[in-house]
């Protein structure tokens, strides 16, 4: 990432409410082309809620979201994809009873249609589920349903990818697998936001970090430099999470 190089998505001030419940309190921060950037936070603090109105699950009850210097919150997700927004969940959500190849046949027939597609070949070889190919995706176990929700994903081209604890449940080889898979990807010019409680393999794949709590950011930087920094520590030993 170059210092000077521009935004492809700033998010200011967004809100999200559910009832009088604030998920996203004034959540602000950017992210330019080719960066991995981390989202962490305790659990609860809205990385997941900030993933949903990014990616058009939720409408944002306040603040802006522009993409390339256009407005998008609140469009809906489908619309999203196809300017180049998409992303992976914390559950993994592949099309049941169709195989592995149909599932990702049908986000190649879905995503943008400026960029020429993969073949669905290179990504079953590429993401390692040749093997599984014509299996429903419902046989699949959790790891594989994740990495085929990350195939899903790629397959639609996107340009800014949102990934919601996709090492989550990995094992050590596997990990390493998927951090290089996530830095290549990010050569290649795409802008990847990473949620995950796994602080060592946030360490290893982001360039830059925010911290969240309570809907907020509370630093913006390196994770070498938030875990000197006292409300960050408080925040992590004071939650659930000690990771
Ligand atoms: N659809 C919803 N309806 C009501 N409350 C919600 C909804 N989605 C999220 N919340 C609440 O908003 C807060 C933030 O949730 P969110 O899932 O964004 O947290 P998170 O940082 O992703 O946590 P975790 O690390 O546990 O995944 C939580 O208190 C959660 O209960
Ligand atoms: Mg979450």
Same mark, same amino acid.
């Given at each position: 990432?170059?210092? *000077? ?17 604030? $998920?996203? =309190? ?33 409408? %944002? =009850? ?5 993409? =390339? ?59 390692? +589920? ?14 594989? &349903?994740?990495?085929? *929700? ?7 081209? %996107?340009? +800014?990818?949102?990934? =919601?604890?996709?090492?989550?449940? +990995? ?13 290549? +990807?990010? &050569? ?25 709590? $309570? ?10 430099? $938030?875990? &000197?920094?006292? &409300? ?10 000690? $990771?």
């Amino acid at each position: 990432m170059s210092p *000077d190089s521009k935004p492809i998505l700033n998010v200011s001030k967004v809100v999200k409410r559910f009832g009088g419940f604030y $998920a996203l =309190d004034g959540l602000s921060f950017h992210v330019v082309s080719g960066e991995i950037l981390g989202l962490v936070g305790p659990n609860g603090s809205g990385k997941t809620t900030a993933i949903n109105v990014i990616s058009g699950l939720y409408a %944002p =009850d306040g603040g802006e979201i522009v993409m =390339d210097g256009v407005s998008i919150g609140g469009m809906a997700s489908h619309k999203l994809v196809h300017r180049g927004v998409n992303r992976t969940f914390q559950v993994p959500k592949p099309f049941m009873s169709l195989t592995v190849r149909q599932n990702i046949e049908v986000a190649l027939a879905y995503g943008r249609a400026a960029v020429t597609p993969p073949t669905t070949e290179a990504l079953l070889d590429e993401y390692r +589920l040749a093997e599984v190919a014509d299996r429903p995706a419902a046989d699949l176990n959790n790891v594989q &349903q994740k990495i085929l *929700d990350l195939v899903r994903a790629l397959a639609t081209r %996107p340009r +800014l990818l949102l990934l =919601d604890e996709l090492a989550a449940g +990995l094992n050590p080889t596997e990990l390493d697998w998927i951090a290089e898979r996530i830095k290549a +990807l990010a &050569q290649t010019g795409i802008a990847i936001i990473v949620v995950e409680h796994l602080m060592g393999f946030i360490e290893h794949i982001t360039d830059r970090v925010i911290v969240m709590n $309570a809907g907020k950011e509370i630093f913006e930087g390196k994770l070498a430099v $938030a875990v &000197q920094v006292p &409300q960050v520590i408080e925040v992590f030993l004071g939650g659930e999470h000690a $990771a």
